[in-house]
């Protein structure tokens, strides 16, 4: 059975990178998921990611934000705890920094692919275990 209520959270939206080839990816395979992000320039150009709803944190109100958004790091963790994922049946995570801190409201299924410079790993957790894969 498909998950009826999907999100996907991703940390920032300011050019296409690898992060953002994952995300697509993973908003092709799930059209009908809602994206929840810190932040994201105008004009962002990946059309699998503009059809999805989009839900964003406060510093995306910050003028000239998509420039200077590492200037705000240490308000992220806070911002990306805010966003409110109840009701979710699955939760996908794609992260490098501070999406992977997103408050899980025990949806059935939580996926966090983590990736960066150090390595990266998948962390798949549900209602009754969590399993750690890593490559």
């Known amino acids: 059975m498909m998950p009826r209520k999907i ?3 991703h940390d920032w939206l300011t050019g296409i990178r690898g992060g953002e080839h994952v995300l697509e ?4 395979l799930f059209p009908q ?3 929840f992000t810190l932040l994201e320039s105008p004009g962002f150009f990946s ?10 944190s406060p510093l995306q109100g910050i003028p000239g934000i998509e420039k200077k958004y590492r200037h705000f790091l240490p308000l992220m963790p806070y911002c990306i705890e805010r966003f409110n994922l109840e009701g979710f049946d ?11 801190e997103i408050r899980k409201p025990h949806p059935r299924i939580s996926v966090y692919p983590r990736y ?19 490559r």
């Not at 990816?25 to 092709?28: C, Q, R, S, Y």
């Not at 390595?119 to 275990?129: M, P, W």
């Open 7 to 9: 999100a996907l959270v």
């Open 25 to 28: 990816a993973i908003a092709e």
């Open 33 to 35: 998921a809602q994206l």
């Open 47 to 56: 059309p699998g990611i503009n059809r999805l709803k989009r839900h964003h």
């Open 90 to 100: 699955l939760i996908l995570s794609s992260s490098h920094c501070v999406a992977k």
């Open 116 to 134: 960066g410079t150090c390595g990266s790993d998948l962390i798949i957790t549900s209602k009754k275990r969590a399993s750690w894969i890593t």
